[in-house]
């Protein structure tokens, strides 16, 4: 079966869940995680987090918007409250978060490997690229400002980060599964959802794009940066690239960083994308070099291709039903209780409920 992850884009909603939904959400997610931990293992948990469709589903149950970009930033932050302190037991560490919180990611990974004892450094690495790809090497017009890490003391990892787009007022998320990235510069989403396909789209991860990459690569340690730079000035840019000449060419700034990659002679595209500094504007400069200057042009593929149980924050399709919400949290806490003491009737319970066929099926 193919683990899905990808992308899924939402049009932006304004306010915040109220603290009396919160609390419960928090609740919530965490009876949820404890009674699927009686019969799964965290990597499990992994991928259906990873999985654009459930993630979706499991913030409706939640009780927040189904069609909301909030649902990201709010379904994030009630899982990484629910689990906090729970860790150990659930096999589950969620770090990150929005905005100033995303940047924190590290040090709370590097928090998790003292307190397990285990080595995590590579997934400090996995973090920062899967930040980077989703904003320097697919260029979509989607600005990151959200970036949840959810990882397991063995290694195993999941990323949920959302980027909003000014001009057409939509989100979209990215997710990430880390035992499906086989290369974080060569279509790292295996499957795509998405409510909406972006017409220019510079897509240095695109499957057809490796050649244009190991040309953006030898750009950047073999060419010098007046040659780049001067080459792009006096050639007529084409026009299927979104880059603007003088900002994106003629700033110092890009000068100073193109410097830096030629000095550091990076081996490969992947290690390139790796450097500090390089970001966005460098990547288009040089993506637009290697077409230019080597004949070989990128990919400009967009890659992007409910259910309620307790109402929604805005009403929609009901209010929130705050006792159903009660009861539900309940039963969960009483049935992770039970089958920690040998009674497991309530979990066998929601098994056989989960076996059932759905409606038409």
């Not at 799964?40 to 927040?64: E, I, K, N």
Request: aromatic share 8%.
């Amino acid at each position: 079966m193919m683990r899905r992850t990808g992308l899924a884009d939402f049009p932006l909603h304004g306010g915040r869940a109220p603290a009396w939904l919160f609390s419960r959400m928090t609740r919530l997610a965490r009876a949820l995680v404890m009674a699927m931990r009686e019969d799964l293992p965290p990597s499990v948990l992994l991928t259906r987090l990873s999985d654009p469709h459930w993630f979706q589903a499991f913030g409706c149950l939640l009780g927040f918007d189904w069609h909301s970009s909030g649902l990201t930033t709010t379904v994030c932050g009630a899982l990484k409250e629910g689990l906090r302190g729970l860790e150990a037991d659930a096999g589950l560490f969620v770090s990150g978060g929005k905005g100033a919180s995303s940047r924190k990611t590290p040090a709370e990974i590097a928090r998790a490997a003292e307190s397990t004892g285990r080595d995590l450094s590579p997934l400090e690495y996995a973090s920062r690229m899967t930040a980077k790809v989703d904003s320097a090497a697919l260029q979509d017009g989607y600005q990151l400002y959200h970036h949840t890490f959810v990882f397991t003391p063995a290694g195993h990892w999941a990323v949920i980060q959302q980027g909003m787009s000014d001009a057409t007022r939509y989100a979209r998320r990215y997710h990430w599964l880390g035992e499906d990235v086989a290369s974080f510069v060569c279509e790292p989403h295996s499957a795509i959802v998405a409510q909406r396909r972006e017409e220019a789209v510079l897509n240095l991860v695109a499957g057809e794009g490796e050649a244009h990459r190991t040309a953006i690569a030898h750009a950047a340690r073999e060419e010098r940066p007046e040659t780049i730079v001067g080459a792009l000035r006096h050639l007529r840019l084409p026009a299927r690239h979104h880059v603007v000449a003088t900002e994106d060419v003629a700033g110092p700034r890009l000068a100073r960083i193109l410097l830096e990659t030629y000095e550091r002679q990076p081996e490969s595209f992947e290690r390139l994308l790796s450097l500090p500094g390089v970001g966005a504007k460098t990547l288009r400069a040089l993506s637009l070099a290697a077409d230019v200057m080597y004949g070989v042009p990128a990919s400009l593929r967009d890659p992007a291709a409910y259910s309620f149980a307790h109402g929604g924050k805005d009403g929609h399709p009901y209010p929130v039903d705050r006792r159903t919400y009660d009861t539900t949290i309940a039963f969960l806490e009483d049935a992770v209780r039970r089958a920690r003491i040998g009674d497991g009737e309530r979990l066998d319970a929601l098994r056989r409920l989960a076996a059932l066929p759905a409606p038409g099926g």
